[in-house]
């Protein structure tokens, strides 16, 4: 099942009906869950979290908070056993090249190259199927395996923690970056080469992905048939040396021949990077890309992150422990904490103003110039358990304003001052809204 094509027409006269303003992903209460011995583990919770065209949010906590289980599950590569989608939604808006300027930005795409695929149910202008966004909706966790390989690398990409788990150490660089391009981009490639998609393309396209049997690989090499393979892998060998420079990484001739354990943690990571963003996706997950990295490499992997993605307008939901570096590079941030978000907002009003008291911690436990030596703040107490958990504010045991109210039921995620500002915490919440006496409540007083 492919994705609708766009209604024929003058160009940008059904795109133009299509809001640009609807997000383009929108995770409404996700919940995944994992099967264990003692009970079921509720990893990701009810989790509510829009990312739009073109924005960074950085999504942060400590160890084991969710974060990578909420970005993994967007893919559908949370391993199903023991994990369980048990409830909410994903709501993902593709995009498409703008056909006024074929991807290089116009006023009709507002300079982005890209625009919304109407919603085929309506024609963009709006109903229940696409929540009155006019785009085309689709629901991440619903669609089946051969849609989803079809979102995998083209619509949305995902860079790893580790490249040198996440890289495959028996193929060359080339043949890695290949199958990205002989999967989501091969008429593309075959126009190029000058080449009929037909059956000889089909061939071609299996023999990139290392598909063919022995017979078709002698048939390979046939005369029309080897000068037609040659043509294309010309043509491939040109996408795939592009993606790499584009990364800046030197020489693109010579690591497209090498294995990753021939290059460095940093140049590897820079491969992730580059196979990540060869087909141009709408959304980039990136889970923690420089944990494995010195500074000096950090700093420009991420500087690197930024300018592909001012190029290729792309969305970036950027996994995180690391406070001082999210702040840096994200419009908005999102603190997880057991499986829940606790607050959002606008990063600097995050770090400016934070509400909840595990995004205080997080902030204090910052080493900070003005600090003493030898002298850290820590968040007293650990994570708790996550099986079966009972409905309660899961930071109550580590919270030094923790009362009845919170030991007893589960806050919700509410606005706070802003429309744009939200925190899940009984201080800011109102006694007679929860249904409690005011003495159950926690008061902020004078530190809160």
Request: aromatic share 4%; glycine share 8%; net charge neutral.
């Amino acid at each position: 099942m492919t994705l609708p094509a766009q209604t024929p027409g003058p160009p940008g006269c059904v795109k133009s009906q299509v809001p640009r303003t609807a997000p383009l992903l929108s995770l409404q209460g996700l919940r995944v869950h994992f099967r264990s011995k003692a009970g079921l583990v509720h990893a990701v919770d009810g989790v509510d979290l829009d990312i739009s065209d073109g924005q960074t949010v950085g999504l942060v906590g400590e160890t084991g908070s969710g974060k990578s289980v909420t970005g993994r599950s967007l893919l559908q590569i949370v391993p199903v056993p023991p994990g369980v989608y048990a409830g909410g939604r994903a709501l993902f808006r593709p995009k498409e090249v703008c056909a006024s300027c074929r991807g290089v930005g116009c006023s009709e795409c507002g300079n982005t190259g890209k625009l919304g695929v109407p919603c085929p149910d309506c024609d963009g202008s709006g109903c229940d199927v696409c929540g009155g966004t006019g785009r085309q909706t689709l629901d991440l966790l619903q669609l089946p395996e051969p849609q989803m390989r079809r979102i995998r690398g083209n619509n949305i990409a995902m860079v790893f923690q580790d490249p040198g788990k996440a890289l495959n150490p028996t193929l060359p660089i080339r043949q890695q970056l290949a199958e990205v391009f002989a999967e989501h981009r091969p008429d593309e490639l075959l126009r190029e080469a000058g080449l009929d998609p037909g059956r000889v393309g089909t061939l071609i396209r299996r023999d990139a992905h290392g598909r063919v049997s022995f017979l078709e690989r002698r048939l390979l090499q046939v005369p029309p048939w080897r000068r037609a393979h040659r043509r294309l892998r010309a043509v491939m060998d040109e996408y795939v040396a592009r993606a790499l420079a584009d990364t800046h990484i030197p020489n693109p001739a010579q690591v497209m021949r090498s294995y990753p354990h021939e290059l460095s943690g940093g140049m590897n990571q820079r491969v992730m990077i580059a196979q990540s963003l060869a087909c141009d996706p709408d959304l980039l997950i990136a889970d923690e890309p420089t944990t494995a990295l010195d500074v000096t490499i950090q700093a420009r992997i991420l500087d690197l992150i930024q300018e592909l993605q001012e190029r290729h307008h792309t969305a970036v939901l950027y996994i995180s422990h690391d406070l001082s570096l999210v702040r840096q590079i994200s419009d908005r941030v999102a603190v997880m904490y057991a499986g829940q978000l606790v607050e959002t907002g606008p990063t600097e009003r995050i770090f400016d103003d934070p509400m909840h008291p595990y995004t205080r911690g997080l902030l204090l436990a910052t080493p900070s110039a003005g600090q003493s030596r030898g002298r850290l703040v820590a968040i007293e107490g650990t994570v708790p358990q996550l099986v079966d958990p009972p409905p309660m504010c899961r930071f109550n045991s580590r919270c030094p304003w923790a009362a009845d109210a919170c030991r007893t039921r589960e806050p919700i995620l509410r606005p706070w001052h802003a429309h744009d500002h939200h925190v899940a915490c009984f201080l800011y919440d109102a006694a007679d809204r929860v249904g409690l006496a005011p003495a159950d409540m926690p008061s902020r007083g004078e530190d809160a």
